[in-house]
Structure formats: structure tokens, C-alpha cells
């Protein structure tokens, strides 16, 4: 579904990403791991049309997707979280994901139809598949982190995508809701057939729940493959270990 | 949750409201008369700058340009062709709109500052271009005694004309805030950057309502020039496009009608204060400090805070 080849991203000297390979197969549950600064979330820029590739190729379902803007981007079926919270902190948790609905039914340039009776459906089964239906009046600002990290997921969801993409879904969550949020998102996976790329700090919960694991180190892969593999795999140790 | 578009709770009071303001002007003084109807087009020149500003967050730092383009496009249609009124009525709006697409174009590629100004320099030259073709647009004196049809001759009759028409784009504005690219549009201000991953074409919507909120700019040009009869570089001057923005801050930019309540407010003061001094500019600097200071939400978000919200004019803060 998604292959990525001999990508490169640099910020002046620095090259953030350099030959990053990926490959993500429909339905499968893909995790990117590497420690602080790897590259993961450029990685993640890159594939998602926030950010250009200096060299290499991203290809999502035939097509090559490395030079078009966001916006076309998600509306050829990839929908993504952010790392650092990224909602609207104004709009209501209901307006959130509608946003995104109403964008995923190209309507957002609709002028004369009230906005209030539309996407309500689908929306409101976003909020509740995830837990956020009893807050979808309340300001998404003043949402706690958890919940704001969960509604990340809920607009991205709001687009429907065929591939997730998740930026550290559970950044700033202490062990419990780490663990009750992943459990949420494989639900997630196997309730919507959904195919999920993502990247996560805590190894026990990666190696638990992902199918096929990609290791980064200093903007290189290093290896892509199950977890058993990737357990056993000695560059990947050494990386973890640290030689800096 | 009674959340149709029409509420009728706070409509009733807006049709109260209209229906004073229709049998005004036989009780009032013509001066008065006069004064409301200016207040009409000020307000409806505010209401247009809020849709790119307190909806769309864009630093749209020169509006005035497009007012005044559009109230002297309907000028010269008057006095220089023959064609009819109501061209000129749709034609110089159209101008407006035009105008607001092309420099548009270049000002959302920019990051908001750099936006604002682009716009302060383009509109600039909009207005330099003005002063100068004396031959053409009478430089720095206007054009002034600009005919009229027998159906706009008296005050009382562009009273009501303001009027009808102010209230049909107040009317259509609404319905913009509260259509998909309304609400899309507020999101956009709020987060830009997450729009985009969510599958819009910010840059394209911010252009849209761009163009729209010039053609309204345009409208009450039109509106301004059935009052007046006359036009002047004024009307397109940078000092003309702070009052403006001051009027979105003083009424609230994130209610819908604070704006409209702004222009009222800096009319009056303009009226009654402005001609004891020449110093009106540093009264308007003035005004923006105390308000940054004491009102940030302005004058309809402060009563909005304190009486909640069954003061007219539903609140704008997100979609509600
Ligand atoms: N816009 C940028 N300009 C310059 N350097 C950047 C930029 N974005 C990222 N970097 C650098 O690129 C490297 C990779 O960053 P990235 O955010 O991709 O890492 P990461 O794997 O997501 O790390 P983390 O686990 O902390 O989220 C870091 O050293 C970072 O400082
Ligand atoms: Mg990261």
C-alpha cells in the first residue's frame, strides 16, 4: 500500500533523514521505533506532504506522492496525528472532527447549507467509538492532554483514511493510558479494517501489538521486519545500546 | 439542544430592531437620519472586514482599498457612461471582488505579517493611483454631485435602500458563517497547518473568503456613494483601513454582529468628537491602546461576558 524507497530529508547540513525504507501492506499494524531524533517524525512529514523529499521515492497505492501539497495528499486516503498536539483549540471536540468529515465529503466550500446538520452522524460515531462523545460541546482547548491526544486521533479518523498515520500517539501519557489508548487504536485497526503506520516510545507495547517493525537510527533504517526478527537483530541493539 | 440556524429567540429581537429602525426617520431630524444610514454602511463595511479577520485570522490590513475602488468604479459608471444604475450596482462590487482576487493571490502565499504588509503597499498603490489621474478620478478632489435615479433622490428614500440592502448582506454573511466554508474557515484561523492534513486547500479558502469579504467591502461602497453622492481618495486611504480594523476589535471580532456595533460606536465618535479636533488619528491610537488593554474582547464580548448570551447576536467562538 504504502512503499517507501531511499528517502533524504536535510535541514541545512544536517541530514535528518538519510535512506529511510518502509514498506506498509494493507491492514497490517506498522510501527517506526529508533530513539530521540532518529528521524521518525520527519519520516512521518515527509510521507504526509508536510515536508519535501531531498532524494528517494514515497509511493501510495501506485501512485508517487512525494511532490504533492497536504491537503491532496489526505484526500488520496492518508490521514495523520501529530506528535505535539495539533487540534483546534477554539472550535468544540464535535467541530473537530467535523471539520475533518466535512472535508472528506468535499464539502468545506459549500456557502449556502447550513453547517450544523451536516457529517453529525459520522461524527458523532468518531466521538464515540472513542470514548469523547460526552465532551463534544466542551472547548477542544480545554480538553486534558489525554483527551486532546485522543481527539488527534478522532480527526484524523474524520477523513476515513486508508492508511493512519500516527505520530506518537501516546506522547505525554502516563503507562495506564498508554496502554488503554493502543488497546483503543489496534481496536480500532481490526473493528475498521484499517491499515496503521505509527511510532511509539514504549518497546513493550510496540513489540505486543505491531505486525512488522521499522528501526531508524540517525535517519537510516536499519531493519524492517516482525518483531521476533527485530529482537534478535544485532544492529538494533547496538543502536538501542547506544554508542553514540 | 435547539441548534437550528434560525434561532428564533435572538431573531426576534433583530426584526424588532429592524422595524424601529424603518420607522425612524420620519421622527428623526435629517442630520440623524443620515448619521443611522452612515452607521448602515460602516457597519456593513466592518462586517466584511471581520469575515477575513475574525474568521479567517488573515492580517487583512488595508480593506479600505477595496471600498473605495468599488464606491469610485460606481462613481465614474454614473458620471462617465450612460449605462444604468443598477450595472454600475452590480459591475463596481464585482471590481471590489476582482481586485481582492489579485492581490489575493499574492498575499496568501505569505505568512501573516508579510500578508498585511503586501496589502498595506498594494492598497497603497491603489489609492496612489487615485490621487494621482486627476483627469480621471478628479485626484484629490473626488467627483462630487453624482446623479442619482428619482427613486434614490431623497435622503429618507437611500435611507430605506441602505437599509433593505445593508440587511440582505448582513442576511447572506450569516449564512456564510454558518455553511461548511464558514466553519471550515474558522478552522483554518484556529490551526492552519492541521487544516491542511485534514484535506484543505487553506490558501484556496483563504483567497475565497477573501473575495467574498471584498465584494461586501464592495457592496458598502456602493452604499456609501447612494448616501454621499461623492467620492474621495479618502475612502481608500490607509487611515480610513485602521479605523475599520479598530471598529472589528472594539465590537469583537468573534461575535457577529460586535463589529457592525464597532462602526456604530466610531461613527458617532468621528461625528461628535472629530470635528472638535484635528487630531483624529492620535485619537484612534488611543482608542486601540485603551482597548487592547481594558477590552481585548471588545465592547459585544464584554457584554456577552456579563449578561451571557441573550444579547443579540449569537456567539462566534467555535461552532456553537
Ligand atoms: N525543521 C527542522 N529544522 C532543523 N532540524 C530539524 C527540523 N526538524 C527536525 N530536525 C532535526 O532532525 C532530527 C530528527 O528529528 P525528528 O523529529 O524526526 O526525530 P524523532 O525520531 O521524531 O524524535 P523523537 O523521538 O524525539 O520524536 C533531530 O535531530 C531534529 O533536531
Ligand atoms: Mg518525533
Not at chain 1, 218 to 223: N, S
Request: aromatic residues 10%.
Amino acid at each position: 500500500m504504502l512503499k517507501v524507497e531511499g528517502v533524504e530529508k536535510s535541514f541545512g547540513e544536517f541530514m535528518a533523514v538519510n535512506g529511510a525504507d518502509l514498506t506498509v501492506g494493507k491492514g497490517e499494524l506498522v510501527a517506526v521505533i529508533g530513539p530521540n531524533g532518529a528521524g521518525k517524525t520527519t519520516l512521518f512529514n515527509l510521507i504526509t506532504g508536510q515536508l519535501k523529499p531531498d532524494r528517494g521515492r514515497i509511493v501510495f497505492r501506485g501512485e508517487e506522492i512525494a511532490s504533492i501539497p497536504p491537503y491532496e495528499i489526505c484526500k488520496r486516503g492518508i490521514a495523520r496525528s501529530f506528535q505535539i498536539v495539533n487540534i483546534f483549540p477554539r472550535l468544540t471536540v464535535f467541530g473537530n472532527v467535523q471539520v475533518a468529515v466535512i472535508s472528506q465529503q468535499r464539502k468545506s466550500n459549500t456557502l449556502f447549507h447550513p453547517a450544523q446538520g451536516m457529517a453529525v452522524e459520522e461524527t458523532n460515531r468518531i466521538l464515540e467509538s472513542l470514548g469523547l462523545i460526552d465532551k463534544a460541546w466542551n472547548t477542544a482547548g480545554s480538553l486534558s492532554h489525554g483527551d486532546q491526544r485522543i481527539l488527534e486521533i478522532a480527526i484524523a479518523l474524520g477523513n476515513d483514511p486508508k492508511l493512519l498515520v500516527l505520530d506518537e500517539p501516546t506522547a505525554g501519557m502516563s503507562p495506564e493510558e498508554t496502554s488503554a489508548t493502543m488497546g483503543l487504536i489496534k481496536g480500532l485497526a481490526q473493528e475498521r479494517g484499517l491499515t496503521i503506520l505509527f511510532c511509539e516510545h514504549d518497546m513493550d507495547v510496540v513489540f505486543r501489538i505491531a505486525r512488522s517493525i521499522m528501526v531508524m537510527h540517525q535517519g537510516r533504517t536499519l531493519i524492517q521486519g516482525k518483531p521476533q526478527q527485530v529482537r534478535e537483530n544485532e544492529e538494533v541493539m547496538r543502536a538501542y545500546l547506544g554508542e553514540e | 439542544m435547539g441548534r437550528t440556524i434560525l434561532n428564533w429567540k435572538s431573531f426576534l429581537p433583530l426584526l424588532a430592531i429592524f422595524l424601529i429602525l424603518l420607522i425612524l426617520p420620519p421622527l428623526l431630524p435629517r442630520f440623524y437620519t443620515y448619521i443611522i444610514a452612515l452607521m448602515f454602511v460602516t457597519g456593513l463595511l466592518a462586517m466584511s472586514l471581520n469575515i477575513v479577520v475574525g474568521h479567517g485570522g488573515l492580517f487583512q490590513f488595508h480593506h479600505a482599498a477595496f471600498y473605495g475602488a468599488s464606491a469610485y468604479t460606481f462613481a465614474l459608471i454614473l458620471t462617465k457612461t450612460s449605462l444604468p444604475l443598477w450595472i454600475g450596482f452590480i459591475a463596481a462590487p464585482i471590481v471590489a471582488a476582482v481586485i481582492g482576487l489579485v492581490i489575493g493571490l499574492f498575499c496568501v502565499r505569505l505568512t501573516r505579517l508579510y500578508f498585511g504588509m503586501l496589502q498595506i503597499s498594494l492598497g497603497s498603490l491603489i489609492w496612489a493611483i487615485v490621487f494621482r489621474w486627476y483627469h480621471f478620478t478628479g485626484g484629490d478632489d473626488g467627483i462630487h454631485g453624482i446623479p442619482m435615479p428619482p427613486f434614490l433622490s431623497s435622503l429618507t428614500s437611500s435611507y430605506y435602500f441602505i437599509l433593505i440592502v445593508m440587511a440582505i448582506c448582513l442576511a447572506v454573511i450569516y449564512l456564510i458563517f454558518k455553511s461548511p466554508f464558514g466553519t471550515t474557515l474558522l478552522a483554518i484561523r484556529d490551526n492552519p497547518q492541521r487544516c491542511e492534513a485534514v484535506g484543505i486547500n487553506v490558501r484556496r479558502h483563504q483567497l475565497a473568503a477573501i473575495v467574498i469579504a471584498t465584494f461586501f467591502a464592495g457592496m458598502a461602497g456602493v452604499l456609501f456613494v447612494v448616501l454621499e453622492r461623492s467620492v474621495f481618495p479618502d475612502l481608500l486611504f490607509w487611515v480610513l483601513s485602521l479605523e475599520i480594523f479598530i471598529m472589528c476589535l472594539l465590537g469583537g471580532w468573534f461575535t457577529f454582529l460586535g463589529p457592525f456595533l464597532g462602526a456604530a460606536i466610531m461613527v458617532s465618535l468621528r461625528t461628535f468628537v472629530g470635528i472638535y479636533t484635528e487630531y483624529w488619528t492620535l485619537i484612534l491610537g488611543i482608542i486601540l491602546i485603551l482597548l487592547i488593554f481594558f477590552l481585548p474582547e471588545g465592547v459585544m464580548g464584554f457584554l456577552l461576558e456579563k449578561f451571557g448570551s441573550q444579547v443579540a447576536g449569537p456567539r462566534e467562538r467555535g461552532i456553537e
